[in-house]
């Protein structure tokens, strides 16, 4: 992956949130070889898309898609995947690009069902004219669109009841880990980092809700007060240090190989409360963009986190 400034990052984040890099912890997410397969009837229809039989042969050219697809057993039916899914390991990663997708290099695969973040270079129809079918997943907001792009992926692809179970397992998961945190008279802040331009994610971005569901405060908040920014503001290294976070979550720990002692190093961080208490956590830079099945995995990083500081 090559790397990109922290503005078209948080760009990619709010708009496409194409990964970053891959060396993250391995989830039970991913069906084993063999498992078995739902019994679904086509043709099938969701939203405009309409399928007469099941998809052998899926492009994804979102990383989040990829890691659903694989996650409900669709991995064997994906025969191409764009540059940036390098997860799980197995995903047929080509130079393929969801940032600047390119019809006939897609076409060439000769696709029964493309899966994109976002309509960029106005792919959908160029790919319609082809008869191609194309399914949408754009950035999530909430956990509920995660959940019902997997399901959705799980209509489309022939397998409702393994992303039944995959969503259902998610939901779990996520109820446990928050049921498990203290409670706390006073919350604790946190400032998320995306690059070390100092751009971060408000409350209102699907990242920033996974803190909330954590009870932490966001100290961007008041720099996006008024949404202009997408929720993706550039703060300022006056800011941080006068709003001196309990947490600093790095985002940028592989794109800009950043973390705590170059955190500590910046002029004037040195006192803030998350370095002086060890409490600079460096995120994988993966699981923090995706909005796939892993954002367990991203949640459970900032609850480990937080439970080690006494309520």
């Known amino acids: ?21 891959a060396c993250a912890e391995k989830t039970d997410d991913t069906p084993a070889a063999g498992s078995g397969q739902s019994t679904a009837a086509f043709p099938v229809t969701v939203g405009d898309v309409t399928l007469d039989k099941r998809p052998e042969k899926i492009v994804s050219l979102s990383p989040s898609a990829t890691e659903m697809l694989f996650s409900i057993g669709a991995g064997p039916q994906v025969i191409a995947a764009d540059d940036n899914s390098n997860y799980p390991p197995e995903a047929p990663k080509t130079d393929l690009s969801g940032f600047q997708p390119n019809a006939e290099a897609i076409a060439a695969k000769n696709p029964d069902l493309v899966v994109i973040s976002d309509d960029r270079n106005k792919i959908v129809d160029q790919l319609g004219k082809l008869k191609i079918p194309v399914y949408l997943t754009p950035a999530a907001t909430t956990l509920d669109d995660t959940y019902r792009q997997i399901t959705d992926l799980g209509t489309l692809t022939g397998h409702p009841d393994e992303a039944a179970d995959v969503t259902q397992r998610m939901r779990d998961d996520i109820a446990k880990l928050v049921k498990d945190l203290p409670q706390r008279s006073e919350k604790l802040t946190y400032y998320h980092e995306l690059g070390p331009e100092l751009y971060s994610v408000t409350s209102k971005t699907f990242i920033g809700s996974l803190y909330a569901m954590a009870g932490l405060e966001n100290i961007a908040d008041p720099a996006d007060a008024d949404g ?64 796939g099945p892993r954002v367990v995995d991203m949640l459970r990083a900032i609850v480990d986190a937080v439970a080690k500081v006494p309520a």
């Open 1 to 21: 992956m090559s790397r990109r400034t922290p503005r078209l990052l948080a760009a990619t984040l709010a708009v496409a949130a194409l990964a970053l890099g």
């Open 228 to 291: 202009r920014n997408g929720g993706y503001p550039q703060l300022s290294q006056e800011v941080i240090v006068k709003a001196d976070p309990d947490f600093i979550f790095l985002a940028d720990t592989k794109c800009c190989k950043q973390g705590p002692d170059t955190v500590k190093a910046r002029s004037g961080w040195s006192g803030l409360t998350a370095v002086k208490n060890n409490q600079v956590v460096a995120l994988d830079d993966d699981i923090a963009s995706r909005w």
